[in-house]
C-alpha cells in the first residue's frame, strides 16, 4: 500500500507481552534485537493484548507503564531517531482469552497507551475504538482473520502516511479488464484508511438484503491511486462500496 518508497518489515511475534516479567515478553526475545540492529525509520508498536492475561495482568500489571516507557526509549536513542507511533491493542469480545481480559484491555491498557503517546508527544494508531463493532473480523474473538488485518493496515496507513480521511465516503472508479470477468476498482490513495468491501444478495435472503464483506488486501499502489482486482464469479452481480473503520 505504501509504495516501493517503503520497505515494510514485520517482527510482531505471538503470544508475548509488553510486561517484562509477563510469560512471554517480547524484549527477551531475538526478534526485539533485531529491530534495533534494523535502524528503522518509522516504528509501530503494538502491544498489551497478552498483557491482560489474569496472570500476567494481576502481579505485573502495575509495571505496564514504566515498561512501556523503557520500551519507547530504546527506540528514541537509536542513531537513525525514529518516528514512533503506538498502538492500542485491538477489542477483545469475549471472556474465552479470560474472564477479566475484554475489560483490562478497555479500560486499563488502551488507556494507559494513549496516556503514554501523550506524554511522549507520540502519534496514536486507535486500533481499539476503530475496531469496535468489527467482531465478526476476529474469529476467536482476539486475533483478526485476513478481512480484520486488512482493516488494521488501512488504519495504520492513514497515520503513517499524515492524511486523515474524509468522512464524506468517496467515489470508486470500476474498471472491466479484457480477461473472462475481472475487473479492477481504484480509489484515490488519500482516502487510503479506507477498505473496500464487496456485497452480495444471497439467494436465500427473503428480503434481498445485500450482504457485505471486506475485501482483502491484494492490490498496489499506481500514482495517486489504489488499484485491486477482483474475479466476479459467473452468474453471481456483486457490488462496491468503500468503509472506513
Known amino acids: 500500500m505504501l509504495g516501493e518508497e517503503y520497505e515494510v518489515k514485520n517482527f510482531g511475534l505471538s503470544g508475548r507481552t509488553l510486561l517484562k516479567k509477563g510469560d512471554y515478553p517480547y524484549t527477551n526475545d531475538g526478534t526485539y534485537k533485531t529491530t534495533l540492529n ?3 525509520d518509522i516504528v509501530i508498536i503494538k502491544l498489551g493484548t497478552n498483557d491482560s492475561k489474569p496472570h500476567n495482568w494481576s502481579p505485573y500489571g502495575k509495571h505496564f507503564v514504566s515498561d512501556y516507557e523503557s520500551l519507547i526509549k530504546s527506540y528514541q536513542n537509536l542513531p537513525s531517531n525514529p518516528r514512533i507511533l503506538l498502538a492500542t491493542p485491538c477489542p477483545i469480545f469475549s471472556v474465552a ?10 479500560r486499563k491498557i488502551a488507556p494507559e497507551v494513549r496516556g503514554l503517546a501523550q506524554s511522549f508527544g507520540l502519534e496514536l494508531i486507535e486500533f481499539h ?13 482476539v486475533h483478526p ?6 482493516t488494521m493496515a488501512a488504519i495504520a496507513y492513514e497515520k503513517v502516511i499524515g492524511v486523515e480521511s474524509e468522512l464524506t465516503r468517496p ?7 479484457q480477461r473472462n470477468r475481472h475487473t479492477e476498482i481504484e480509489w484515490p490513495v488519500i482516502h487510503g484508511g ?7 444478495v444471497p439467494s436465500r435472503k427473503r428480503n434481498n438484503e445485500i450482504v457485505w464483506k471486506v475485501c482483502k488486501w491484494a ?20 457490488f462496491f462500496r468503500l468503509m472506513r473503520p
Do not use: H, N
Not at 132 to 140: H, I, K, T, V, Y
Not at 224 to 235: A, E, I, K, N
Open 171 to 177: 467515489t470508486i472508479t470500476i474498471r472491466k479488464l
Open 219 to 238: 492490490g498496489r499502489l499506481e500514482g495517486d491511486v489504489l488499484r485491486l482486482p477482483y474475479f466476479v464469479q459467473r452468474g453471481k452481480c456483486c
Open 145 to 150: 482473520d485476513i478481512y480484520g488485518t486488512t
Open 129 to 141: 475504538e476503530r475496531m469496535l463493532g468489527l467482531s465478526e473480523l476476529f474469529p476467536d474473538s
Open 38 to 40: 534494523w535502524g528503522p
Open 97 to 106: 482469552f479470560g474472564p477479566d481480559c475484554p475489560e483490562v484491555v478497555a
Open 194 to 200: 479506507y477498505v473496500l468491501e464487496v456485497g452480495t
